[in-house]
């Protein structure tokens, strides 16, 4: 096979995987899944991490060039997502599938977010609200999980976000999310333009 249509073939590949796939698929999983279907015989060659990138992000572009479905990097690896905005339309698949996180629920995810791992009496230090319902809410939609106990009298449980919370928000790493910095400039932001909606 001539090297255009080997990375031709890799692309059609990923394409099929990324599309299968349930979870974010990373480029270590992507190199290990081929190099077991070449021990397989299954597939000719394999490929390396920096040979992997390369060809998801020439998929990346050509889903981009198309529209309608992108290629995004996030939870620690590569997915197929609709275009953000088909999604009101795309819900319409899936009726009872559209439940919102209340305002509430998202201030406490934020918390967590931002102070993991952190214990429930951190999340109401900040919120001034009992917060344990709603932690159990959000660990019942796989956003936040336990992850240890706290080195202190009565050893309280800590929690600490999940990779499907990385996937729900669209962020590759923790390190993705806004700082307190550009959360204030947003609000700033969001705050002029309520002020020009008025006076218009």
Request: overall charge negative; glycine content about 8%; charged content about 30%.
């Amino acid at each position: 096979m001539s090297e255009p249509a080997a990375v031709a073939e890799l692309e059609r590949l990923l394409r099929a995987l990324l599309l299968a796939a349930d979870h974010p698929l990373a480029v270590d999983e992507i190199v290990a899944l081929i190099g077991a279907a070449v021990d397989d015989e299954e597939w000719p060659t394999r490929i390396d991490a920096p040979t992997a990138l390369v060809a998801l992000r020439r998929v990346q572009a050509g889903f981009a060039a198309s529209g309608g479905i992108e290629l995004v990097e996030v939870g620690g690896g590569w997915r197929l997502r609709t275009a953000p905005d088909l999604g009101p339309l795309v819900r319409r698949l899936w009726p009872e599938r559209t439940s919102r996180l209340s305002r509430a629920a998202l201030e406490t995810l934020a918390v967590v977010a931002y102070r993991q791992p952190c214990t429930r009496l951190d999340v109401e230090d900040v919120r001034g609200v009992d917060c344990g319902g709603i932690l159990k809410s959000l660990m019942d939609r796989n956003l936040v999980r336990l992850v240890g106990r706290k080195d202190e009298p009565g050893r309280p449980l800590l929690y600490g976000t999940t990779p499907e919370f990385l996937e729900t928000f669209s962020l590759d790493t923790l390190r993705s999310l806004p700082t307190l910095r550009d959360l204030e400039s947003m609000r700033a932001e969001e705050a002029a333009r309520a002020r020009g909606d008025r006076e218009d």
